[in-house]
């Protein structure tokens, strides 16, 4: 392998080493980038191409980790404290296995760039367990809109004393146009409502304070 051929696979994997990690509140997604470089030892051009695409898949999952366990969870502390206990990792762990692809492109020399996504209530759940549906069903709103909350944005916020899924926005986006709108109060993790409660199968959207 020449020195300038080499010197490239380093510089790369270290770019790779700083992947973009993205946190979206709004789409409820923790995304991280991935590189990787192709094996000029592969016996075909299609074997390298398949591990350099798993490498950048690593990559991103690796990133993905750093970044879920910097995550706030409400109440204080973070997600990374959380995992401590064997059983919140072990979903963690899944979750971050589970990981979906957003982005994936080939280079001309066999590398691969991808774009590892996993969802915020999927980082909930590892923590709080499995959501459990009321004895009534998912009869109620889909969606609540909750208006006017003084908070920011945290893993596992409670809402009307439920552990549910929630994403926080500034602007109610175009799915939530015909919801439901309440008002809000947050303290310490949790937020009450002035109003409609919803059932633990509701999807709170917090629209946060200007």
Do not use: N
């Amino acid at each position: 392998m020449g020195v300038i051929r080499a010197l490239a696979i380093v510089a790369a994997l270290a770019g790779a080493a700083r992947a973009e990690v993205k946190v979206d509140w709004a789409a409820g997604l923790v995304t991280a980038d991935g590189l990787g470089v192709a094996d000029r030892h592969a016996p075909s051009p299609a074997v390298a191409r398949g591990t350099s695409r798993r490498a950048a898949e690593d990559r991103a999952r690796h990133a993905l980790r750093e970044a879920i366990d910097a995550l706030p969870v409400a109440g204080g502390g973070k997600v990374g404290a959380r995992a401590k206990d064997a059983a919140v990792k072990a979903r963690l762990d899944r979750a971050i296995e589970a990981a979906f692809a957003t982005f994936a492109e080939p280079e001309t020399d066999g590398a691969w760039r991808v774009t590892m996504a996993v969802p915020i209530e999927a980082v909930r759940q590892a923590i709080a367990g499995p959501r459990r549906l009321p004895e009534a069903g998912d009869a109620g709103p889909p969606v609540i809109v909750i208006d006017g909350v003084t908070a920011s944005p945290a893993v596992g916020t409670t809402v009307a004393g439920r552990d549910v899924a929630t994403v926080w926005v500034t602007e109610p986006p175009a799915y939530a146009r015909d919801a439901p709108h309440v008002r809000g109060h947050a303290t310490a993790g949790a937020i009450a409502l002035d109003g409609m409660q919803g059932t633990a199968a509701t999807l709170y959207v917090i629209v946060t304070a200007k």
